[in-house]
């Protein structure tokens, strides 16, 4: 049967956001990495990354929403800003700060095999908050996803408990403010697509990260005589990370979240094979076995939760047609009675 000439065109576009959003995300990962390195551009200053990344995009958001108006505010209260997005802003920083630490002590590769724990992360800190009903089953699953982690990480052959700890705690921070996110906003109805968090969110992030730059990098930068902002490096590397948040915005709008979850799977194995052949870290069978295992692991939670989200809409497509046979019986029963009293 031949393909119509309107789905091979979806087709074709939906891989194309696929594909974007890879090499986006690649390249943000790899850039950064280059950057702070201390083999390779040898700038170790993760904040002073992250606080140019966030006002790099929050003046793109604010330009977007503001000034050209192709998207459009969410209407928020100053007292839903202090006690929803403030706290937000507080874990994204805490997040990111952490995650762009981690590269200045471990090898891409193996924070991508770390990275892995995030869905354990998320159920955890769900149970905790009560978002998440604790079951024994999706508990076993979390884990076995932990168990391959720690096997990659045994099998580590440029191990840094520095680093791991960093990124943990990256990991922990980003789960915490993806709960946060569904109690503070989801549950109140307000949706923020990625150019309206940069826009909420980013100026919040450079405000927190500026207490620990001054205390932590500022000294070093200001006492560093030959330090110079280079504005190509940089520029491009904001440019990227802009970008890869536009890409998220068109891959979820246009797709769907569990496209976005195969394409991350896609491009974490692209990037170890590219940590492995073109940066030269090592990738030991044991990185390889761990990581197989957690990304089993993660494949099945993944495929539980689609196969939840599937049972649930056809819960509800259930009581809508229930709920309408309901109205459609009212109505024939007012006009019989409308027809018998005349």
Partial sequence: MAISDGVLKKIIISYSYVAIWIFLSFTVI???????????YNWPYPISLTMIHMAFCSSLAYLLVRVFKLVEPVSMSRELYLRSVVPIGLLYSLSLWFSNSAYIFLS??????????MPVAVYSIGVVFKKETFKSEVMANM???SLGVAVAAYGEAQFDAWGVTLQL??????????VLIQILLNSKGISLNPITSLYYIAPCCLVFLSIPWLIMEYPSLRDN???????VIFGTNSTCAFALNLAVFLLVGKTSALTMNVAG???????IAFSWSVIKDTVTPLNLIGYGLAF???????HSKLQALKA??????????DEEAGRLLEERDEERKNENQN
Avoid: C, P
């Fill in 30 to 40: 790899v850039y950064n990495k280059y950057i702070l390195d201390r083999k390779m």
């Fill in 296 to 302: 089993l692991g993660v494949a099945y939670y993944n």
């Fill in 265 to 271: 799977v896609v491009k974490d194995w692209l990037l």
């Fill in 225 to 231: 005589s030959s330090f110079h902002l280079d504005f």
């Fill in 169 to 178: 705690l990256a990991v922990a921070f980003e789960a915490t403010r993806l």
């Fill in 312 to 321: 649930s809409e056809v819960q509800k497509k259930a009581q809508q047609a």
């Fill in 143 to 145: 884990v076995s996803i």
């Fill in 108 to 117: 891409v590769s193996f924070i991508q095999m770390l990275k892995a724990l």
